[in-house]
């Protein structure tokens, strides 16, 4: 059974930082990982997604790699703002079909 | 350019109450599930479909049923609320073949 782990479940940065989140995986027989943000009270919004055949995706400041020999994925923020604040979940598709498990997320906090 | 909706946002039942969580998209996505999101749990799968008239369990589909009468609605329903039902429900959907899923706003559900 594939499992999902992001470290560290919390983050508190100065802005202007750039960070990087991590994501584990146990299976690296993955068809693709997805990057998702969730703000307080609301749904889940995707960031990236990376196919098995990808080493990474860019969108804006953020930068999203995988490694499927070592079962991780890092998200890198760059020059993080306030508005960053969210928690970050990682999500693993092991085949074509479209389940995915997720990790339990990082919480992030950037400080003005 | 509504995507995909929940009702209602908030929600309080009694043990053994029944109640039905609505889902609809616009996107014309061939597949549609619901997740509960607790935590330290994550999000887990409770019920999928692929199409019109197909549907699947997910991880814990104990106490929950569904139906996918039309490609824009997925409801999901309590027969018979438990307050370990406790949650917040989550309804997603993408096309098929492995693309991003896109969240609704989530439906918090407390079982009193």
């Known amino acids: 059974k594939q499992e999902v782990t992001q470290i560290p479940a919390a983050l508190s940065v100065p802005e202007g930082e750039n960070l990087v989140l991590n994501c584990s995986f146990t299976?690296?027989?993955?068809?693709?990982l997805q990057w998702f943000r969730q703000d307080p009270g609301k749904g889940l919004t995707s960031l990236l997604l990376i196919q098995s055949s990808q080493r990474e995706q860019t969108s804006g400041r953020l930068n999203a790699s995988l490694d499927k020999s070592s079962g991780r994925s890092t998200l890198y923020i760059a020059a993080s703002q306030p508005g960053d604040s969210a928690t970050y979940l990682c999500?693993?598709?092991?085949?074509?079909?479209?389940?995915?498990?997720f990790g339990g997320g990082t919480r992030l906090m950037v400080k003005p | 350019n509504a995507g995909v909706t929940q009702t209602p946002k908030f929600q309080v039942l009694k043990t053994g109450q029944s109640m039905t969580l609505q889902c609809a998209q616009d996107?014309?996505?061939?597949?549609m599930s619901w997740y509960r999101q607790d935590p330290g749990m994550g999000l887990r799968l409770i019920h999928y479909s692929v199409g019109a008239g197909i549907t699947d369990q997910g991880e814990v589909p104990n106490g929950y049923n569904v139906s996918r009468s039309t490609t824009e609605d997925f409801p999901l329903r309590l027969l018979s609320a438990a307050p370990s039902q406790t949650s917040v429900y989550f309804c997603?959907?993408?096309?098929?073949?492995?693309?991003?899923?896109?969240f609704g706003s989530g439906t918090q559900l407390s079982v009193l």
């Open positions: 996107m014309n996505h061939e597949y």
């Open positions: 997603a959907s993408t096309r098929t073949g492995g693309r991003k899923l896109f």
């Open positions: 999500a693993v598709r092991n085949n074509a079909g479209n389940m995915l498990t």
């Open positions: 299976d690296s027989a993955i068809y693709n």
